[in-house]
């Protein structure tokens, strides 16, 4: 749907309920290691469109800019491509430097800590991990958003407008889970009209092989070990990389 007036098959459709991941066994599981390319993604075609958010918030460390892997890149356009007209798909980050990993880790826990006073360190590193993954660059269990295979995803209008999708970016509260609007007895209109841009965000990913991060509405994966591990498959095919450098390009072509 969107407009609200044009209907959408995807939107009927509920969106599953799946566990929370299982960290420690996902990241047990095999990495192919991949060298496909980072793409920066504020270069894609509409209906696609960039808001690099954590740069925008003057987080440190974040980039002005939303890296993929190539075949996200291709597969983020064609998930756009298929949205009615009149909608479009906004990427708000992707490829994530560690030290931005760190720091949104730490922050959560830290508002965590001082929320709940009565929790002890087990407990809060657990509220703090469904929101934000355990920063690591270990090669065979990288942070998701560090293989440039993980991306944070919504909706606009046409004029670019992102659309109320039940709850903000990034709150870190039980109404970003992916199905939480789907278990409400009675909801709101504007519930409804959430839920349902859910739905067919959900759908459009999951046609072009995206899974999606129970936790985040917003969380989609393609190649990395959370991909692996919720679609089945026996490996990943994305570990850590980081945008190609000047620097870098200069060694390469000195031998």
Same mark, same amino acid.
């Given at each position: 749907?969107?407009?609200?007036?044009?209907?959408?098959?995807?939107?009927?459709?509920?969106?599953?309920?799946?566990?929370?991941?299982?960290?420690e066994?996902?990241s047990?599981?095999?990495?192919?290691?991949?060298? &496909?390319?980072?793409?920066?993604?504020?270069? %894609?075609?509409?209906?696609?469109?960039?808001?690099?958010?954590?740069a925008?918030?003057?987080?440190?460390?974040?980039?002005?800019?939303?890296?993929?892997? &190539?075949?996200?890149?291709?597969?983020?356009?064609?998930?756009?491509?298929?949205?009615?007209?009149?909608?479009?798909?906004?990427?708000?980050?992707?490829?994530?430097?560690?030290?931005?990993?760190?720091?949104?880790?730490?922050?959560?826990?830290?508002?965590?800590?001082?929320?709940?006073?009565?929790?002890?360190?087990?407990?809060?590193?657990?509220?703090?991990?469904?929101?934000?993954?355990?920063p690591?660059?270990?090669?065979?269990?990288?942070?998701?958003?560090?293989?440039?295979? %993980?991306?944070?995803?919504?909706?606009?209008?046409?004029?670019?407008?992102?659309?109320?999708?039940?709850?903000?970016?990034?709150?870190?509260?039980?109404?970003?889970?992916?199905?939480?609007?789907?278990?409400?007895?009675?909801?709101?209109?504007?519930?409804?009209? %959430?839920?349902?841009?859910?739905?067919?965000?959900?759908?459009?990913?999951?046609?072009?092989?995206?899974?999606?991060?129970?936790?985040?509405?917003?969380?989609?994966?393609?190649?990395?070990?959370?991909?692996?591990?919720?679609?089945?498959?026996?490996?990943?095919?994305?570990?850590?990389?980081e945008?190609?450098?000047?620097?870098?390009?200069?060694?390469?072509?000195?031998?």
């Amino acid at each position: 749907m969107m407009p609200d007036s044009t209907p959408d098959s995807r939107c009927l459709t509920p969106i599953p309920s799946l566990a929370e991941p299982p960290w420690e066994t996902l990241s047990r599981l095999p990495i192919a290691a991949s060298d &496909e390319r980072l793409l920066p993604l504020s270069l %894609a075609p509409e209906p696609v469109k960039t808001f690099p958010a954590y740069a925008r918030l003057g987080i440190p460390g974040a980039v002005p800019e939303c890296y993929v892997r &190539e075949g996200v890149h291709r597969r983020l356009l064609a998930a756009a491509r298929s949205l009615p007209t009149g909608l479009g798909l906004v990427v708000l980050d992707g490829w994530r430097p560690w030290r931005v990993q760190q720091y949104l880790f730490d922050t959560l826990f830290e508002a965590l800590q001082s929320r709940y006073d009565d929790l002890d360190e087990t407990a809060l590193l657990a509220r703090t991990r469904e929101f934000v993954a355990m920063p690591s660059r270990d090669p065979v269990a990288p942070s998701p958003h560090l293989t440039g295979g %993980a991306v944070d995803v919504t909706l606009c209008d046409a004029d670019g407008v992102m659309l109320d999708m039940g709850s903000l970016f990034d709150e870190a509260s039980a109404a970003s889970h992916s199905d939480h609007l789907e278990r409400l007895d009675a909801p709101s209109e504007a519930q409804r009209r %959430a839920r349902d841009r859910r739905r067919l965000l959900y759908h459009a990913m999951a046609e072009q092989g995206f899974t999606n991060l129970p936790s985040e509405w917003w969380h989609y994966d393609f190649g990395d070990q959370l991909w692996a591990h919720y679609g089945g498959h026996r490996q990943a095919l994305y570990g850590p990389t980081e945008p190609e450098t000047l620097e870098h390009r200069w060694r390469q072509s000195l031998g």
